[in-house]
């Protein structure tokens, strides 16, 4: 689609896209795994960027692609099996490299707010690896959908502090399923890894009503991850992931807050 074309077909700021919490999709209990939902809202920032004309379709075109660098997501009820919803998201800030765009996640109905969730996404040039300037995507395109009065009631992802003594749980090794279409490890990856340091029997009492995640530096094909934890206060833990045996490199650092469920 050409830059005129996009001017005379201008999208809402906000898009609306339909899921359906697919029962392969859900835990135990019934309730859509925390990393499908975090998938879902990926899709839904890939569809939302793409229609306007700065999404991977086009940025792969001229060696640019995004990068998630932050995420929180705060939920209230989870998705069950089969249940319809919607997920609505915006941009509603730039910076000369990034973005901060926002989630919402509603039932098709309209009649149930599940929850909210807010990110940061940095444009890199895939060449480099090195940030690069949204100014130089169709003129600054993406300054025409940004959207500033919808409300998303949640805080930003803030700085995960983490101490040096976190206990070390486990070690995993990166194979073919965790690399995604960047050439890194995904996202979404990380986050189901985060969540497999707590057992069942955990979560048959607790629920995981926020989490935040900070994506430091990337990880590859081959790399070997190391997940640390820490207990703070009642209900919340602090999670740093690295790569490496001897000499090991922060990739990830991660905060989750349980509520009984």
């Known amino acids: 689609m050409t830059n005129d074309k996009q001017k ?9 896209y339909d899921f359906i919490a697919e029962p392969f999709h859900c835990d135990f209990q019934n309730r859509m795994f925390m990393g499908h939902l975090g998938n879902a809202m990926l899709n839904a920032a890939d569809f939302h960027s793409n229609e306007r004309g700065y999404g991977m379709h086009y940025l792969n075109t001229i ?13 209230t009820d989870m998705p069950e099996a089969y249940d319809e ?3 609505e998201t915006w941009v509603d800030g730039t910076m000369r490299s990034f973005t901060s765009r926002n989630f919402a996640v509603v039932a098709r109905d309209g009649k149930k707010v599940y929850g909210y969730g807010r990110s940061i996404w940095a444009l890199i040039d895939t060449q480099t ?6 100014q130089s995507i169709h003129d600054g ?67 995981l009503k926020r989490m935040e995640i900070s994506y430091v530096a990337e990880s590859h094909l081959g790399d070997r ?11 919340e833990y602090c999670v740093s992931v690295t790569k490496g045996d001897q000499e090991e490199v922060e990739v990830v650092r991660c905060l989750l807050y349980f509520s009984n469920s």
């Open 8 to 16: 005379d077909e201008k999208l809402p700021k906000v898009g609306r």
């Open 63 to 75: 060696q640019k692609t995004w990068v998630l660098s932050r995420l929180a997501v705060e939920i």
């Open 85 to 87: 919803f919607s997920i």
């Open 129 to 134: 690896r090195r940030p690069a300037d949204l």
């Open 141 to 207: 395109l993406i300054l025409e959908y940004i959207e500033t009065e919808k409300a998303c009631p949640i805080h930003n992802p803030g700085r995960v502090k983490i101490d040096k003594d976190a206990t070390f749980v486990r070690s995993c090794d990166t194979y073919y399923n965790d690399i995604d279409v960047n050439g890194h490890v995904n996202s979404v990856k990380y986050i189901e890894h985060i969540l497999d340091l707590f057992n069942l029997e955990w979560y048959r009492s607790n629920f």
């Open 225 to 235: 991850l190391n997940f640390y934890k820490q207990s703070n206060n009642d209900g």
